[in-house]
């Protein structure tokens, strides 16, 4: 960039470098690639099909970021660098400091990079490591026939995955959602998984018996268990539930919340309060997840409820944002009756932006936090950093582009 702005290490900059990249890459880096940003100016990129990423395809970033900060006509350039190599090769080029990432803008190596690196401009993509090396991704017709095949349709295994709940007012995560995704599902937004015709109450069963090994991942954070509204107010399906509920750790009971999906837009006095005696003693906190964003919150007892989610409506990006304003508007009643509120399934940055500065309290989906492999404890994060994503397993290909 311009000298005026010196390299790198500019806070306000680094949160628009990474408000713009994040926004380009969620429109074009789509599954089964991922990304996700590790370091200030530092996006790791991952494509499964791929043995190569091409770099010319990020040159539309380095235009959209050159008009961005600086114009059509603006004094300064931009220049991205982009990294091959394995995971442990990936995070030490993420952590390269100013002085070593300018010797590579400059052409310069002194040998201490492994992996392909690429200095990509408006107009220009070329080689730094090694000289003269491909800058495109075309894999070899022997290296295509060496890759697994990978069915369109397909999606991952059946797994436990997890959601984080990030607090916009203080910027920080509080906890996660545990999610079980059934197989085949290429993405679970939200709360649940997107399911089928019928409910399936035995995914709850399976994301309870996650508890133990959510709980020991992180020894912080409340972990919200999904759980069926009509499971709670059926005898028979409470009956069937209840040994997996005493199954959960005792001495943990602070930590642990109850999310009831599928939650009445008017639910009766009764109900509830059959709710609240099923779950009690074995969660702290109980979160009532809507569809209807004109909740009937003026007819909910106290002390029935801790927080009311609701989870974003299927259809146009309107019509969701429309609930969200919809949802908020009654906040001045939620805060006399000392109930939090959640916004859930939130899956663009738009949607995530609007978010934030409606004040939602609580927020998750895609938008917040990729599907993890582990739970999040209380973690600050700006929320121009979000996205989070969990880099824990190793991608087939990885890269790291830095702006300079």
């Known amino acids: 960039m311009g000298d005026e702005l010196r390299f790198a290490d500019n806070d306000t900059m680094a949160g628009l470098v990474g408000k713009v990249a994040g926004a380009y890459l969620e429109t074009t880096w789509l599954w089964p690639r991922r990304y996700g940003l590790v370091a200030p100016f530092s996006f790791v990129l991952a494509d499964p099909r791929a043995t190569k990423l091409d770099a010319r ?31 442990t090769d990936v995070m030490r080029f993420a952590g390269l400091h100013g002085a070593e990432l300018k010797a590579l803008l400059n052409g310069e190596d002194d040998g ?11 107009t220009q993509v070329s080689s730094v490591v090694p000289q003269g090396g491909p800058v495109c991704g075309a894999p070899t017709l022997e290296e295509l026939t060496a890759l697994a095949p990978l069915e369109a349709s397909a999606g991952p295994p059946a797994r436990v995955g997890y959601r984080g709940v990030y607090h916009g007012p203080r910027q920080m995560f509080i906890g996660s959602v545990v999610v079980w995704r059934q197989a085949q599902v290429s993405s679970a937004f939200g709360l649940t998984a997107p399911r089928v015709e019928v409910d399936r109450p035995e995914d709850d069963v399976l994301a309870l018996a996650a508890a133990p090994e959510a709980l020991a991942a992180v020894s912080v954070g409340v972990l919200f268990f999904p759980i069926s509204f009509s499971t709670i107010v059926k ?11 005493e199954a959960l750790p005792r001495n943990s ?45 003026e007819e909910l007892p106290g002390d029935l409820a801790s927080s009311v989610t609701l989870v974003l409506p299927q259809g146009d990006e309107s019509t969701r944002l429309a609930a969200v304003n919809r949802f908020l508007r009654d906040a001045p009643i939620y805060r006399r009756k000392q109930v939090w509120q959640g916004i859930t399934d939130v899956r ?27 739970p999040i404890g209380a973690t600050q994060l700006p929320w121009l950093n979000l996205p989070l994503h969990d880099w824990s397993v190793a991608p087939a290909i990885e890269a790291v582009s830095s702006v300079a």
């Open 112 to 122: 201490s990079i492994v992996g392909r690196v690429c200095r990509i401009t408006p």
């Open 348 to 374: 663009t940055r738009r949607e995530l932006n609007h978010c934030i500065e409606q004040h939602a309290p609580f927020v998750t989906g895609q938008a917040v936090t990729d599907l993890l492999d582990k």
């Open 253 to 297: 009971r602070p930590r642990l919340a109850a999310a009831v999906y599928d939650t009445p837009r008017a639910p009766s006095f009764a109900a509830l309060s059959q709710v609240k005696r099923a779950l009690d003693p074995f969660f702290s906190r109980l979160d009532l997840r809507v569809t209807d964003p004109a909740f009937q919150i």
């Open 57 to 87: 395809e990020l040159q539309a970033l380095a235009r959209d970021l050159q008009f961005k900060l600086f114009g059509e006509k603006g004094v300064g350039d931009i220049a991205l660098l982009m990294f091959e190599g394995d995971q």
């Open 235 to 245: 005898p028979s399906a409470r009956t069937a539930l209840l040994p997996h509920l």
